[in-house]
């Protein structure tokens, strides 16, 4: 075969989905009939962790790796961290495609509790240790800290789309979805096309 698929199936949630890609990765190097890869995307995103190592992994594949969003699809976030580690990226018209940046959240629902006659008390051995807990509020200095990791990952994020799609403005990377047409005129995806058919004749 001259093109292969590398994740068969749509993953909402890329936890899995970053383990799978390694191994089809390393299978697909060593079959010398596969010429072209396809990573298919159908994703809002993820998390994080194991991010910057599968893009990487993906940027060492020796042969062409094409990102592809079926009809429909998602390419967002930690999902499009990945398919810009790719040489090429090919959706749909009534995809969507973007939502670049990191965020965090914390659920403060100490009032509630309080209002119930129980309160929370954290015994640890620094200031940020055990802060988040279930029933606690964040003092400024956690709250700054988290906010100050979260400007650290995305700048990651930033540093990783300037290098791989220097087209996309800085405009463009806060948090925005846009849609097949509007993408590929803002740099997200390099082409359009109908179905998995055009996009393997196209490749091949």
């Known amino acids: 075969m001259s093109v292969e698929t590398l994740l068969k199936h749509f993953s909402w949630e890329l936890k899995n ?33 194991g991010l910057p190592e599968t893009a990487d992994r993906i940027r060492r594949f020796p042969k062409p790796i094409w990102a592809v969003v079926p009809p429909g699809g998602q390419l967002g976030s930690a999902m499009y961290y990945l398919a810009a580690a790719c040489n090429g990226i090919i959706g749909s018209k009534s995809g969507d495609y973007g939502s670049i940046g990191v965020y965090g959240q914390h659920f403060d629902i100490s009032e509630r509790l309080k209002a119930s006659g129980v309160k929370v008390k954290v015994f640890s051995s620094g200031p940020y240790k055990g802060m988040g807990l279930p029933g606690t509020s964040l003092t400024p200095e956690q709250e700054q800290f988290y906010q100050d990791r979260v400007l650290s990952m995305a700048q990651g994020f930033y540093d990783h789309l300037h290098a791989c799609r220097p087209q996309i403005s800085d405009e463009d990377m806060q948090g925005q979805y846009y849609n097949g047409v509007e993408a590929l005129n803002r740099g997200f995806i390099d082409d359009i096309m109908g179905s998995m058919d055009e996009v393997k004749t196209f490749l091949s």
């Open 17 to 49: 989905a970053k383990t799978l890609i390694m191994g089809d990765l390393a299978t697909a190097e060593e079959d010398s009939e596969v010429k072209t890869a396809i990573l298919l995307c159908n994703s809002p995103g993820g998390t994080m962790s």
